[in-house]
């Protein structure tokens, strides 16, 4: 892996002469491979103490122009990542992808509606199908959590739709670099989208992944274990998740988040079978599980309830 920063980049192209003056403090960025970067959240919940910067952020770099796949938390997270690709290369952003409706991975995109500085068009919006609807009713909410939690009143502009929109399988050409986009049926979200740059052998699975943080179940865990196992046939040489490292070994880096989700799968069956109500099964599997999971206190039960509201009825 390489760890070139992109602060070693921007001296670089700024001695060359390249550099755009950036008025914003730009997001620390590191290069995975060649023209891949990210910019890794904390492992926390989306609030004002971690800033809103919990999602992983990335941009791939073509020769034309550049994909940023994920924007942050907050408008303010996703102006400091559109400086840190500014500082990168002086080449446009031409696509913006979100993987999914969450919050904490799209709420930047309206650092991205303006044009270039040097007059390129803005870029255009990318997302799964029903990425349309999701956040057509979580709108509102977004809404008031950034005026409420983070002190920011969202302009008319700010919650930005996509314009492109992805029913199975989507191609997007950055210029001698073309990046692979899937629709997933419903998985952790009804509407998550992975990136895949074919050049770097480099996956972006927005929250398809988890690692470090623990998975959240808000689709189907019954779909979003099939889709693992249909994932296991890219050729990946880098997994990047939506929250915690980036991975090199795979399909081991799916190991962990299926494990715990095909346990809590077999645990809450066996609950039901019990004649179980909610309640007794959120006690009996309640306990929360340990390394290598963060944040457990705060979603275990809740996936034991989603669970339990998806098996009900098989
Ligand atoms: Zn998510």
Known sequence: MLARSAALLMATLCAAGACLAQAEAALAVTELAPGVFLHQGKVADWTPASSGDVANMGFVVGKRCVAVIDTGGTPALGRALRAAVART??????????????????????????????????????????????????????????????QFTPAPGDIVYPTVLVERRLELDLGQRVLQLDAWPTAHTDNDLTVYDPASRTLFLGDLLFADHIPVVDGSLKGWLAALVALRGFDVARAVPGHGAPATAWPAALGNQTRYLDTLLADTRKALADGQTLAQTVQRLGALPTSPWRLAETFHRRNITAAYAELEWE
Request: charged content about 15%; proline content about 8%.
């Open 89 to 150: 290369t002086p080449l446009p952003v031409c696509w913006v992808i979100n993987t999914h409706a969450h919050p904490d991975h799209l709420l930047g995109n309206g650092a991205f509606t303006t044009a270039g500085t040097d007059g390129a068009p803005a870029p255009q919006f990318v997302g799964h199908t029903r990425l349309l609807a999701a956040l057509g009713a979580r709108e509102r909410y977004f809404r008031n959590a950034l005026q409420r939690d983070f």
